[in-house]
């Protein structure tokens, strides 16, 4: 059942990405621009941007750090001016550092929560206002499997990514009858830079490429969630529903943490 406007023509589409300068962000930029779609682009590498996004009409690059939400306001304004609006804004700005419960200080999970969670919350209130006066818009949101619940390794991640879970089911709350489509996307193990610090072996793990096409596909149905790749994900969905104390040891055995 889809519970969104299905997306699948991209053609003229005006899609904003925040987090587009590398892995599943870049891939996707390249997939939409090959569909037609005119990207406009933010992170804060406007070297890797422009690397991403090329050079013509189908494409701006817009330098902009997630933790500055002036910057985010000023992104948004030069895509209105160049191109009227948008109508698509995915946000999957992330950054992840792997950390145990004794090694924590304080602090230490103030820029991941910036860059995770609070960086979503003012892309969408930067975007949102304009597509609720036109009555149609799209909000992406991109999380993680890591968000169903807590992970070894990822005390900080996992807690930012049910946030975003959360947040998207909120907003799909507010915004479906208002003609706004919300989805958020959980990826299990991707290829990106983020996941080459991990030391442990990745199940499933696939090419950001892949990514962006399961994205795509998701939008295409009108889903709320896309996960991906189901080989892997279906598991963890499913151990969402353990009782806390098989859930514990199924964890430990298969991470050996």
């Not at 892997?232 to 298969?254: C, E, N, Q, S, V």
């Amino acid at each position: 059942m889809a519970l969104n406007p299905r997306i699948e023509d991209w053609q003229g589409k005006r899609v904003w990405i925040v987090g587009a300068s590398t892995g599943i962000g870049a891939a996707l930029a390249r997939e939409l621009i090959a569909r037609g779609a005119r990207v406009a682009g933010s992170a804060r590498s406007a070297d890797k941007l422009a690397e991403v996004l090329g050079a013509g009409g189908a494409a701006l690059a817009l330098p902009a750090d997630v933790t500055q939400p002036d910057a985010l306001a000023a992104a948004h304004g030069r895509i209105v001016a160049a191109w009227g609006g948008v109508d698509v804004l995915v946000y999957m700005a992330g950054t992840y550092k792997g950390v145990r419960a004794w090694k924590l200080r304080p602090g230490m999970a103030r820029a991941e929560f910036e860059t995770n969670v609070l960086g979503a919350f003012d892309a969408v209130a930067v975007a949102l206002p304009a597509m609720l006066e036109r009555g149609a818009g799209t909000v992406v949101i991109v999380s993680s499997v890591a968000g169903y619940r807590g992970l070894p390794m990822s005390l900080i991640y996992s807690a930012t990514k049910a946030a975003l879970i959360n947040m998207a089911e909120t907003l799909y709350l507010d915004l479906a009858a208002k003609g706004i489509g919300v989805h958020v996307v959980n990826p299990g193990f991707v290829e990106t830079p983020l996941t080459a610090q991990n030391k442990f072996r990745m199940p499933a793990l696939i090419k950001a490429d892949e990514a962006a096409r399961e994205i795509l596909a998701g939008l295409a149905r009108g889903e709320f969630e896309t996960h991906f790749p189901k080989r892997f994900t279906r598991w963890l969905k499913l151990m969402r529903h353990l009782p806390h104390g098989l859930y514990f040891r199924a964890i430990h055995r298969f991470t050996g943490l």
